[in-house]
């Protein structure tokens, strides 16, 4: 901090001992190390504290990150959430359409059935698909 030597200090000593004298150097010496013990402990406190602060802004930091990476994670599980659950709809959807297809055809009389050339031939396909796929277990509930 200081760039003061001992022979300066000591200049300093012999100086002080002749204006103050004997009688009044021991006190003023006590009273000098009482004033720099306090401005020790002040600059100490200063330093203390700006160290808390510079800790505190970084929990700050630290903090809104987290909670903007949380943010992001919700977000995406969210997203991750609704993107499943519309394909099991469409996939719901799908599957009560191909019930309901099937239905429709297996309720045709026997004679009514297309020729395999007629645009109604593949109908007749699809109820034959339809007739395997009804006999897989759960495909009766729907």
Known sequence: ????????????????????????????????GHLFGRLQRYVNEVKADISREMELEELRKLKTEMQGAAQEFERTMTSAANDVASGVRDVERELNEAAAGTAAPAALPAGTASAPGAPGASAGAGAAEGARQATLPGFDRI
């Not at 200081?2 to 009273?31: H, M, N, Y």
């Open 1 to 32: 901090m200081f760039d003061i030597g001992f022979s300066e200090i000591v200049l300093i000593a012999v100086v002080a001992l002749v204006v103050l004298g004997p009688e009044r150097l021991p006190k003023a010496a006590r009273t000098l």
